[in-house]
């Protein structure tokens, strides 16, 4: 899809089996043989030299035999030894051929050149000849341009160069009639001074060139010729019935004194697709350096898939062409879930449940996913999990459902939705579903592990997936490809899931079509999920307060064709990564349309490749509409290119940018950013174009609205835009449905079984004709909560048994929806908080600090940025914190407390001991002895290398030093052996009671 062009065999290898394999590129294509069946891909590109290893995928195997060969390298010493520099003689000149002859060109390893007049003739038999001059002599700050006048039984032809300051190697099209020209200033080789280029034709077999002219030069030089730049599509989505535009640049180039005579620009259309005017347009005479823009009209009255031409041609020079898709679809649908024929229904209890029985009825269920993981479910079956469920245990089968008749996963019963809780470690994921066809999932959450619902495909042509109302969060995976990036030390060296994916919700493998995630929420992930395949719709999700150190770049929309991500709410949906974070990052994305969605507030990373949507690479045709972007720490909208093509053909319209880019530390700083490094621009690379119009925008200043650093390489029109002085004003101008705006209520500790709730859902009353809806449910919690109303946000609930509950309220317009929690503590009976920490605001440690966490910033990897940072955060309400080799690790409470000590008994502390302890201890002072020491602290003990966190309530009746008024605490988690591991705290409080005793 152009994003990483890479080649697959057709070969399944199977176990047991031996295979031979030979992977090679030549810089034209990327082959691979698998026991001599080839297949390939075409690759254009640039070796380049680097300082990583090579790296050959995971595979549970045995490699007999394996050799690396460089067929260049040994052609390179073989001319260098026949044709060394000579210094003495080295030329400046920077043209050979007609007037000037070919001094100094040789022919090396077997290749024979002969001179015929102004021409060259050169003959390679094999891929070691090469035709070199070895003495050239060149300032190349003052060249850009290889240009040749060239014939060649080969399509392409290598150029190597080696300079004062190194060496490089690019590809030259062979052009038939025309000059050849290739730019090298996007080389990074190409600098200093030239002292050898060579012609080389990789491949086995002979080949020939003819060269009449050659010029090393500042601009295209030679006959005059025509190019067609920037061919493209006025809007993004061509619309069926629709005038849509297509419009190009034509240049001529050659030397100063040439010009293209007659010139004549037509378009060739597909049948189906009408030229509202003529397809004809005469541009005359064109001296060289001259550019025109060509614009025509045209119509499809129905569906259509095919392709544009442009051809120019003119008296004088050979025709130029180019091509662009034209494609005109109606919407597609997204498909409804249904069972028109029920199969078999199993049921799931994990409190009522047992392996030993039937499973076919809510009287005889199974206790968890034993008697069911390693199946496969086939149309109108039924995997039901009973509401209220936790189960630990990964969820692992397949499904063959029909378009007419699903497959169904999901809940039954009353009360909280069944949720498959893991251990909280690396190697942990909850549900992995393989190559299901017509498969719905929903009402489920996933929770405590490194992947939450990961949907694999071995290979293409499944279709039918809908995963909807389903809940992820704490799902701390890797990031980046690299093992050992996560910053938890326990986990470093672990192997990686097979197959991979860390995900919140996850599509993966090979494409699938006809794919839905719908009205699903997910925070603190690593990544809040991940779409790709054909007719994709992302509808509705909720992603939020993703903050996973080290492993939370963004969520993630690639390789589709035909997708839709609509009505969503991407709020901090990506925090800490070290190589970038962004609202979401786009890769190979083909008639994508991005509408009537809000990308605010992710956070400042601390790097600069950061912000609302990342344009990654590859794409053709995406449509950003009636979009929200605000208070983003860097660009609302950036599109990039590192090392595969720029996305084409995008289009920004109708939205609102609001106050992004407010750290100002790069791209642009600008609210929508084009990419170029500024020193090696590649335009095979650099090559986006789109349109941004009719959008409102407020700034920050210092910030502009839009910057391009490749104005010479893409082109982008950028009209009908308006500045506003304030967001409100823009609000007003631009009236879009805002999202509801929801709170829980403050915390609540209470040792009464009924309290109240106090939640707020405020809403702008849009859009029109839909009705908001509030919504209270329960997500954790040891007991039944019943709701006086649940459909209100100040209502009182009743819970079943003291213990701790996380309980969720949505407010839903209709269009866009969001969440907040509140945690209420039911205490038992006399019990009350004096002084609380929750840790369940984002990145807030309530003033806490760490003392000698022995962590550090780790160079994981031989690639920059495969660096950890030390983990030490608070995210969905939990205060993490690594540890490794320390003996005497704590962490130490604000300062100056001042709480009385004859109203507290005792410390109440939540949190997962994921470390070797076995004891740990609370230490203190007061405001009349600050001396950390025995008589002011209590040991307790703890269950090490807890799969979950759990409640410990520490007596502090006995210890001599608790009296008088508290000033600090300290929290040891190592007390003399040196510790490696990890804690996460939930909540730590002091606390009393009204009854006597504990």
Known sequence: NGWEPRVSSKVRPQPGEWYHVIAQWDGFNATLEVNGEKTGVQRFGIPVPLKYPLKIGTQDGMIDELRIDNPLFPAMQKFLAEAPVRQQHRSTRDHFGKGTGWQGWDGVSGAK?????????????????????????????????????????????????????????????????????????????WRGRLNLLAFWIPGSGSNNIQLENLWISRKPEGKPFLKVKHLSWEHAIPDIGREEKISALVGCYGSADTEA?????????????????????????MPAGTVKTVEWTVVADSEIEGEVRMQLTAENCPPSSERIRAVFKKPFVPLTPGISSPGTT????????????????????????????????????????????????QLQISARGTRDNWVEIGAYGEGPRPVIRRNWHISDRCVLISDPDYLWIHSLVVTCAASGILVHYTKPGHAGLV???????????????????????????????????????????????????RNCEMFHTSSAFLAMGERVMVDRVFAHSCYVHNTCPHPYVVSVNDAVLQNCVLDASGGHAS???????????????????????????????????????????????????????????????????????VEICNSRFIKNNWVKRGWGPAEIYIWEDGKNPDPNIVCSNGTVHHNGYVLVPGVEFFSNRAEGLTRWRVFENKEYATAEELRREMPYN?????????????????????????????????????????????????????????????????????????????????????????????????????????????GWTEINPGTCERKEGPKDYEITKPVKYVSGGYYIVAIENS??????????????????????????????????????????DSVWDSARSKTFEVIPEDNGPREYVVDMGGVPGWKGFLKQLRFELGTGSKLTGTCRIDYIWVEGCRASGL
């Open 113 to 189: 050149v002969v001179s015929s007049g102004d021409k060259l003739e050169i003959t390679l038999p094999d891929s070691e000849a090469m035709l070199v001059n070895s003495s050239l002599n060149l300032d190349l700050n003052q060249y850009r341009y290889i240009c040749c006048e060239l014939s060649s039984s080969s399509s392409q032809i290598m150029v190597i160069y080696i300079t004062d300051s190194g060496y490089g190697i690019t590809s030259l099209p062979v052009c038939e009639g025309r000059t050849s020209v290739v730019d090298l200033s996007s080389q990074p080789g």
């Open 261 to 285: 005579k007659g010139v004549i620009a037509r378009l060739l259309l597909p049948r189906g697709i009408r030229c509202i005017d003529s397809n004809r347009i005469e541009l005359g005479t």
């Open 346 to 393: 199993y049921y799931i209890d994990s409190t009522g449940g047992s392996n030993t029985n039937s499973g076919l009825s809510p009287q005889a269920p199974w206790k968890d996913f034993t008697n069911i993981n390693g199946k496969t479910l086939y149309a109108g079956d039924r995997l039901l999990i009973k509401r209220g469920s936790v189960i630990n245990q």
């Open 467 to 517: 995963i909807e109302d389903c809940i992820a969060y704490h799902i701390e995976g890797r990031y980046g490809g690299y093992l050992n990036s996560t910053g938890i030390p326990e986990w470093r060296n672990i192997p990686g899931l097979e197959p991979d994916g860390y995900c919140g919700i996850m599509v993966g493998g090979a494409p699938a079509k006809d794919i839905t995630f």
């Open 579 to 649: 190589r970038g974070t962004m609202g979401i990052m786009l890769g190979g994305t083909n008639r994508f349309i991005i509408r009537n969605s809000i990308f605010r507030n992710m956070p400042d990373s601390l790097s600069a490749d950061q912000g609302g949507i990342d344009f990654e690479a590859g794409g053709d045709g995406c449509l950003i509409d009636g979009c929200t972007f605000e208070n983003n720490a860097g660009a609302a909208i950036e599109v990039l290119g590192l090392q595969s093509p720029q996305t084409r053909n």
């Open 738 to 846: 805002e999202p509801p705006e929801v709170e829980a209520g403050e915390d609540i500790h209470s040792d009464k079984s009924v309290v109240k709730l106090a939640g707020m859902v405020k809403d702008d009353g849009k859009p029109a004709g839909k009705k908001l809806k509030v919504q209270w449910e329960v997500l954790e919690g040891p007991g039944e909560v019943y709701f006086e109303n649940e459909a209100s946000p100040v209502t009182r609930a009743t819970f079943a048994k003291p213990g701790d509950y996380l309980l969720r309220l949505v407010g839903d317009d209709g269009e866009l929806w969001t969440s907040d929690m509140v945690a209420v503590h039911i205490l038992p009976e006399g019990r009350y908080v004096v002084r609380s920490w929750e840790f369940n605001r984002q990145l807030d440690k309530e």
């Open 887 to 928: 003996p005497d690790a704590a962490l130490l409470s604000p300062d100056n407390l001042g709480l009385d000590l004859s109203r507290c008994s005792a410390i109440r502390v939540r949190f997962q001991n994921h470390t070797p302890a076995t004891r740990m201890r609370f230490s203190f002072t007061t405001t009349t």
